[in-house]
């Protein structure tokens, strides 16, 4: 194989127009994964571009003379026209007139063309959080792809990719998916919560903030006066009120409890007062701090002060809803106000700088499976395999035999990671680095020069394509899942006026159509699978759930407390069938109504001693000296009248309530303060 560009071409140049439409367009059920139906789909076949522009110009003319013995002078002409068309934009075009096969070894074409119908059935009890906990390489297994070389053959060897002429092979994926539980149509949106948030965390939180805040004590001195201990009631009305805050939303905490009628909060100030809020946000604890391991101890873990939550949320994630084909793999930020030491530089995110959670989600609903959290540079003896490379296979570990086709970012594609991939049965897709090891020396860009909109080179080995292209930029891709010399073409309209401005031509000439740039498969593929981290992020960022604070794993607590609410509200959706839970009265169920109606729920009748005592005195307000409340002298010193405040004025007095604790005008304030 050649490596200049000028002397000799790489490979075929595989693109297409959309006058092939009638005779190569591909039927709907076998259209390649999940591609919008306005894609019209070709094949090419492989064909090599000859060494000089004369060759290829004879090699042009026998090509039509021959199919004008086929198909006669018109159907060449047509297609000649249509190619000098596209061509025009600098793009060597060609133009396929018949129907070709399509490369791809299918076991079952109907289980291929699903949308997404099937997943894995592994359950995980590992937590897949800490690089720490990573087990050790599984035995590589033989390939099943019949390939006649060695699939541990060094990728960097010369003789290590070929022309782009093999078929594929891809096994049906036919396993049961979706939301799994036994829950009826009268569930509500407390019991889709509970699959993934368990009471036996808020049952640990409750245990470890009593036990955390009695440490602390101890290790002061001093005794809390304001602190007692809480109870499970308590913890899910504060998660409620928590989740509240990311609907309505101020500046301060403290605004929620704030007298003024316009901010203040009336359920805020029945369910709790803002000092108990506080108290409960100042211990608020997941784990037993008094057995934390030191940095360099045996048994240290970074994440230790929230490993065993997400211990229960990571299986409850996984158990509760099967893996669909089409799985995603991103990176998601969490955004902090200080600098903490998992952060990580992301120059090329709108969010710079954050704590970075790796996630596989759903490309469907966008649903995610699993997580993996970045804390920090690894050890020494790990730096021989990538970063990327260990979290991939962290993520889907489980899923092995099961036919996923993954779709991840350059951050993670490699030829080492999609040979590991193909050995564990997972087919993968996505753009990657040039320089990086494996990738054909012959496709990287000084090697394959510039190239014009929608043209593109492919090297291939076995399942193994790699396929440089231009759309907006020169991309690199490598995949699996995808034959070679497939084209994907969206057709587009051209607007034609007339001599005189006014109204569109009818007519179907060259120049009254605007076509597609054609895009490889894999680029096709990965544009509309890559998706599944998008939508749960569009679903996450709506409304946060916590506040800001100087404790790191705060951030992580409320960003899984916030991933299981979304979680949640995808399994009522398609559990459901986009139908509201029962006692529902509005005409549309959205992710809003969801987290208003699961916070109601958790915070129920709660009430704390404040608002109990607001309650009792609302009760008793027609006949307060029945229930003992009677003027009589507060102290020797005047206060404030309590009545007189609220109504904006300035009086004080020695008499008030004893049972209110409240300072009261002799005359009318009493009654009135107790209406």
């Not at 995808?570 to 459901?576: C, H, K, P, Q, W």
């Not at 008030?656 to 009261?664: A, E, M, S």
């Amino acid at each position: 194989m050649a490596t200049a560009r000028k002397g000799r071409e790489l490979f075929t140049i595989l693109e297409t127009n959309a006058d092939a439409e009638s005779g190569t367009e591909r039927h709907d059920r076998d259209s390649p994964l999940n591609l919008s139906a306005d894609v019209k789909w070709f094949e090419i076949a492989d064909r090599m571009k000859p060494d000089s522009d004369e060759e290829d110009e004879g090699e042009a003319g026998e090509a039509e003379d021959g199919e004008e013995g086929e198909n006669g002078r018109g159907g060449a002409a047509e297609a000649a026209d249509a190619a000098s068309f596209l061509a025009g934009g600098g793009c060597n075009i060609i133009v396929v007139t018949g129907s070709a096969t399509n490369g791809i070894v299918t076991h079952d074409d109907e289980d291929y063309a699903d949308y997404s119908t099937n997943c894995s059935d592994t359950n995980s009890n590992d937590s897949d959080i800490d690089f720490s906990d990573l087990e050790a390489e599984e035995e590589e297994r033989r390939s099943f792809f019949s390939l006649d070389e060695d699939p541990d053959q060094d990728c960097t060897a010369p003789d290590f990719w070929g022309e782009p002429d093999q078929d594929i092979s891809i096994e049906p994926f036919a396993s049961v998916c979706g939301p799994q539980h036994s829950l009826g149509d009268e569930a509500d949106t407390r019991d889709y919560f509970r699959i993934l948030f368990p009471d036996s965390l808020f049952e640990h939180m409750v245990e470890q903030t009593n036990s955390y805040a009695l440490y602390r004590q101890r290790r002061s001195g001093k005794s809390d006066p304001h602190w007692h201990p809480t109870d499970v009631r308590e913890m899910k009305a504060y998660v409620g009120l928590n989740i509240l805050m990311g609907i309505n939303q101020l500046p301060d905490t403290g605004m929620y409890w704030a007298s003024d009628i316009f901010i203040g909060n009336a359920g805020f100030k029945k369910t709790m007062t803002a000092r108990r809020f506080e108290k409960l946000t100042q211990y608020l604890q997941l784990c037993d701090r008094e057995s934390e391991p030191a940095r360099g101890e045996r048994g240290y873990d970074g994440l230790f002060k929230i490993r065993p939550f997400l211990d229960v949320v990571e299986n409850t994630m996984w158990d509760a809803y099967m893996p669909n084909r089409c799985l995603t793999i991103d990176k998601c930020a969490i955004v902090t106000k200080r600098h903490f030491s998992p952060n990580q530089d992301m120059s090329s995110k709108p969010l710079r700088k954050g704590l970075t959670v790796w996630m596989l989600c759903d490309s469907r609903s966008g649903y995610c499976h699993r997580t993996k959290i970045y804390v920090g540079k690894p050890s020494e003896d790990k730096m021989a395999l990538s970063l990327g490379y260990r979290v991939v296979t962290s993520l889907v570990r489980g899923l092995e035999g099961q036919h996923h086709h993954l779709f991840m970012d350059s951050f993670f594609t490699s030829v080492p990671l999609l040979q590991r991939l193909l050995r564990d049965r997972l087919y993968a897709c996505g753009p990657t680095q040039p320089g990086r090891k494996g990738y054909p020396e012959v496709l990287r860009p000084r090697n394959v020069g510039k190239l014009c909109q929608g043209e593109f080179y492919q090297c291939q080995r076995g399942n193994l394509v790699a396929t440089v292209t231009r759309d907006v930029k020169m991309v690199s891709f490598l995949s699996t899942n995808s034959a070679p010399g497939i084209v994907g073409i969206s057709p587009g309209h051209h607007q034609q006026q007339d001599a005189y401005g006014e109204g569109e031509s009818d007519s179907l000439d060259s120049s009254s159509l605007s076509f597609g740039v054609p895009r490889p498969l894999p680029l096709l593929l990965y544009q509309e699978n890559m998706r599944g981290v998008d939508l749960f992020d569009q679903l996450r960022e709506c409304y946060q759930v916590g506040r800001p604070c100087k404790k790191w794993w705060r951030y992580f607590l409320w960003f899984y407390v916030n991933l299981c609410i979304v979680n949640a509200y995808i399994i009522t959706r398609e559990s459901r069938g986009g139908a509201p839970p029962a006692g529902f009265n509005g005409k549309q169920f959205t992710q809003r109504h969801f987290r208003v109606r699961l916070a109601q729920q958790l915070i129920g009748d709660y009430q704390g001693a404040r608002g109990m005592e607001r309650a009792a005195r609302k009760r008793h307000a027609d006949s307060p000296i029945e229930y003992g409340h009677r003027l009589e002298r507060m102290s020797e010193r005047s206060r404030r009248c309590r009545n007189c405040t609220n109504k904006g004025l300035r009086h004080e007095s020695v008499f008030g309530c004893k049972i209110c604790n409240v300072h009261l005008c002799r005359g009318g304030c009493f009654s009135e303060f107790h209406k």
